[in-house]
């Protein structure tokens, strides 16, 4: 079992800089691959980014291929998500979410058992 709360959402411009945190609880925050989903009101869940459980592999959906960077800081039970060059479609909830220990990493919602509360990034003009 893992609880993971997100933080550092908020309301920035396109163009700026946004670092999203998610906190893990648990002493096995190593054992799982992580990955950032995000929603709009009415719409499906949608992948943002994906790490392994050691860090050295990542995914990126290719609407944010380039702009965001997805990290993890074992030692400190600590998922990231670095998003530059914020767009306005960037605009939606983000939420953290885990896979049951060793599974590997995946694209796919429906694969991840735990998940945080979310936290609201909106990209104004």
């Known amino acids: 079992q893992v609880q993971l709360v997100e933080s550092g959402g908020g309301l920035v411009q396109a163009g700026d800089s946004l670092r999203l945190s998610c906190a893990a609880s648990?002493?096995?925050?190593?054992?799982?691959?992580m990955a950032w989903f995000r929603q709009i009101l009415g719409k499906e869940r949608e992948f943002v980014a994906a790490i392994s459980r050691s860090g050295a592999f990542t995914a990126y959906a290719d609407s944010v291929k380039g702009r965001f960077t997805i990290s993890r800081d074992n030692a400190k039970n600590t998922l990231l998500l670095q998003m530059n060059n914020l767009k306005l479609e960037d605009t939606a909830v983000y939420y953290c979410?885990?896979?049951?220990?060793?599974?590997?990493?995946?694209?796919?919602?429906?694969?991840?058992?735990?998940w945080g509360q979310g936290t609201q990034v909106t990209v104004s003009s």
């Open positions: 979410a885990a896979r049951k220990m060793f599974l590997p990493m995946s694209t796919y919602a429906n694969e991840y058992d735990y």
């Open positions: 648990g002493r096995a925050f190593s054992n799982h691959a």
